[in-house]
């Protein structure tokens, strides 16, 4: 399976319109692919909270629609990462969207764990509840969102659903990168799974976002990783690992509590 990651740069000094017709063409450069990733609210910023009001759109909106067009016209599966989803009662969710092929949306995930304690996203949006997973015809992706990545539970409730690669659109601050490195790494060994995390660049809300976007195998090896600014990382998958993996080191079966 290929796939890129496009690690978006949000500069808060490009309109948000500009950003979008920048996504979309290189959503489109990526024909031949399988499947393309962004990171988590590249809109507007993940933690650019002053706009989460007036930068949300409701799941027919501006985004999902360029996004819709973007995947159709690459012929890819696309994860366009997550908007702020605006729900018709007017409550606010971290909400990703998966787009088939022909441009329809076959998957939304709600984040589950919203980030910054009793601050920004946290009081902020209402949180996700559901466990997503989609069947692509090479794989079945886990569907997670940033802070989500310090929550292994959620990961295993992905596997036990049927997940084999776990895709984490993120916007990732710089100064936890050394977290954002290590627990995607150990969420693709101990799920045995491959692990698409696709952060942001640039420095948006003053907080400086760490890029270093990765593509992690069944067994934890980084098959390639971003640097700190944007950039389209690409790598193909053979799919066959993770069943390799499971059957050759059987821990996943070996699981005693939680099944
Ligand atoms: N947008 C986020 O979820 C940020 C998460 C984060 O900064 C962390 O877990 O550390």
Known sequence: MRVSLIQLAVDPAEPTAARRERAAGLVRAQRGRDLVVLPEL????AFAFDSFTTG????NGPTATAMSAAARDAGVWLHAGSILERDPDG????????FAPDGT???????????????????????????VTAPLPETVLGLATCYDLRFPELFRALVDAGAQTLVI?????????????????????????????????GTHAGV??????????????VLAEAGPDEQVLTADLDMDRVARTREEFPALRNRVLGR
């Open 105 to 131: 949306l076959a998957r939304t995930y709600r984040k589950i764990h919203l980030f910054g304690f009793d601050q920004g996203e946290a009081v902020l949006l209402s949180a996700g509840h559901d466990i």
């Open 91 to 98: 409550a606010l969710f971290n909400t990703s969207l998966l």
């Open 56 to 59: 949300s759109e409701p799941l």
């Open 169 to 201: 659109p993120a916007g990732w601050p710089e100064r936890r990168r050394a977290h954002w490195t290590l627990l995607a790494r150990a969420r693709a060994v101990e799920d045995q799974a491959y692990v698409l995390a696709c952060g942001t660049a």
């Open 42 to 45: 590249w809109t507007i910023g």
């Open 208 to 221: 400086q976002q760490a890029g270093h976007s990765l593509v992690i195998d069944p067994w934890g090896e």
